[in-house]
C-alpha cells in the first residue's frame, strides 16, 4: 500500500508497510497512478506513450520508471504488509504505569473539561495516603520484571492534594533499592497553586511536567476559569516560566493547550507560546460530542488541514534558530520508529497502564474513570478484574476495520480506545473527527521528520525546503 500527499509544493510518497517515505518528482508522483505491486521491470508502452503526450522525454520517463521499480524490489514500495507478524506479540503484559487521580476536585472550571471540571461526575474528594499506599503496593506486586515504573499524579488538580503527593514520592523512594526498581513520575497541573516550594519539588522528583495553558489570553481565559469565571493565564504564565527556567534541561516538560471550534487558528498559540520561551508544546483538539458551541465538526476539518500545514513550515522555519520548538502531534520517527506491540495498540489501556481515583477503584485508564461497567475493581476490597485486563489486552489495530486500508495506521495505531467507547458506543470502532484529524497530522509529520533528515544530511537542502517553492525534486 502506498499514500501519495502534497504539502507546500513537495511530492511525498509513503510507503505504508515498509514505512519508507520518498519526496519525488512531479512525474513520479503521477506515474505512481499507474503503477502497483506486480510493476515489471519493462516500462510498459502504454506508460511511456501516455507520458510522452504530456511532454516528457523518454529518458526522463524510463529513468523515472526505473528508479521507481529499484525502490519496488528493495522493499521500499509496494511492500508487504507485517500485520500478521506484529499480532505475536499481542500479549497480556505486566503493569507498568499507572494514573494516580489523587484529587477529584479542582479549582478551575474549564468549561470543556472531560473529567466534568474535575470531579468525574463522582463527588468531588481527595485520595488518602491509605489508598495511595495501596496502589503503589499494587503497581509493585502486579509489575513483574518490569524496572521502570510509572506513576502520573492527576486529576482534577493534583496539586491541591500536595502533601500526599510529598508522601507518595518518599514512600516509593524508599522501596527503590530494596525491589530493585525505578519510579518515574509525572504531574498535571493548571498551575495556580504553584509556589517556589512545590516548583522545586516538581523539578527535582518529576521526570515530566505537564503544564495546563491554551496559548493566547483570550483564548486561555475563554474556557480557563475559576468558579467566579476569572480567567487563569495572568496568575499562571509567568510561574511556569519560572518552572522551566529552573528546570534541568534533560528532564521532560510540555505545554498541554486544547483548540476548540473558537480558535481554529491554533498555530498562531502556538507562535505565542513559543515567544513566551517554550519549546515543548502540545495543543491537541477537543474530543466531545457535537452539542457545544465548541465542538469541533466535520465542517472544521479543511481549515484545520491549512493550520496544521501552517504550523508545519513554522517548525522547518524555526529549525536550527533560538525559536526552535518541538509539537509533539507532528513528531514521525522515520528511522526507527516504535517497537511492535506499540505498531499494534495506541496506549497500553487496560492492559500495561491503569487508573486509580480517591476511593480506589481501578479503571482502565484516567478518561474510563466514572464507566462503571469498565471497573477493572478496588483497592481497598483487594478485588481486581483481570478478564477485564485480558479483554483490554486483545484490543489492537488489526480488530478495528477503520484501520484496515487506513495509511496512518502503523503512526496512529488505531488511536484512543476510550474515544471509540465514548463517542461511538463500541471499543473497536474509532471516532471519525479523530482518524480524520489524525490523518492529516500523520502526513504532516512525515513531512517534517523528512525535512528534519535532509538537513541533518545537508545543510543546504534545509534551506531548500525553508524556501517553499515549487521544484522539481528528486526521489531520495
Known sequence: MIHKFLINGFNFILDVNSLCVHVVSDLAYKM??????????????????HFKSLGFTEN???????????????DKLFSKSFDEE??????????????????????????????????????????????SIKAINFLLKNSGSRKNLEVDFFGGEPLMNFN?????VNYARSLEKKIQKKFKFTITTNGVLLDDEKI???????????????????????????????????????LFQKLVRKRDVRKKYYIRGTFTRHNLDFAEDVRHLVN???????????VCDGSFDYSIGRSDISEI?????????????????????????????????????????????????????????????????????????????EVFDRNMKNKFSRINMSQKLACKGCFAKYFCSGGCTANSWKFQGNLLKNHEISCQLQKIRTECAIALASVKKLSNINSEKLEFFKNFKKHKTKII
Open 60 to 74: 526522463e520517463i524510463k529513468d523515472c520508471y526505473e528508479q521507481l521499480y529499484n525502490l519496488k524490489i528493495s
Open 305 to 381: 488541514k491549512k493550520e496544521y500545514e501552517k504550523l508545519t513550515r513554522m517548525l522547518i522555519q524555526n529549525m536550527n534558530s533560538e525559536k526552535e520548538f518541538v509539537f509533539f502531534q507532528l513528531i514521525a520517527d522515520l528511522d526507527v520508529g516504535p517497537c511492535a506491540i506499540k505498531r499494534m495498540r495506541s496506549c497500553s489501556c487496560g492492559n500495561e497502564y491503569i487508573a486509580v481515583t480517591p476511593e480506589g477503584d481501578i479503571y482502565p485508564c484516567h478518561q474510563f474513570v466514572g464507566e462503571n461497567e469498565f471497573k477493572m475493581g478496588n483497592l481497598l476490597a
Open 86 to 131: 506484529l499480532l505475536k506479540y499481542e500479549k497480556n503484559l505486566p503493569i507498568k504505569s499507572m494514573c494516580l487521580n489523587i484529587s477529584h476536585d479542582c479549582n478551575l472550571r474549564c468549561r470543556y473539561c472531560f473529567a466534568s471540571t474535575g470531579d468525574f461526575g463522582l463527588k468531588r474528594k481527595l485520595m488518602s495516603f491509605e489508598v
Open 32 to 49: 505512481l497512478d499507474f503503477l502497483n505491486e506486480n510493476m515489471l521491470k519493462t516500462l510498459p508502452d502504454v506508460i511511456l506513450g
Open 276 to 286: 513566551l520561551g517554550f519549546k515543548y508544546i502540545s495543543i491537541e483538539p477537543v
Open 200 to 238: 522545586d519539588f516538581i523539578n527535582k522528583e518529576m521526570s515530566n511536567v505537564v503544564l495546563s495553558l491554551d496559548g493566547r489570553k483570550e483564548i486561555n481565559d475563554n474556557f480557563r476559569v475559576d468558579s467566579e469565571k476569572n480567567g487563569c493565564y495572568a496568575k499562571i504564565v509567568g
Open 164 to 168: 500526599l503527593i510529598k508522601k507518595i
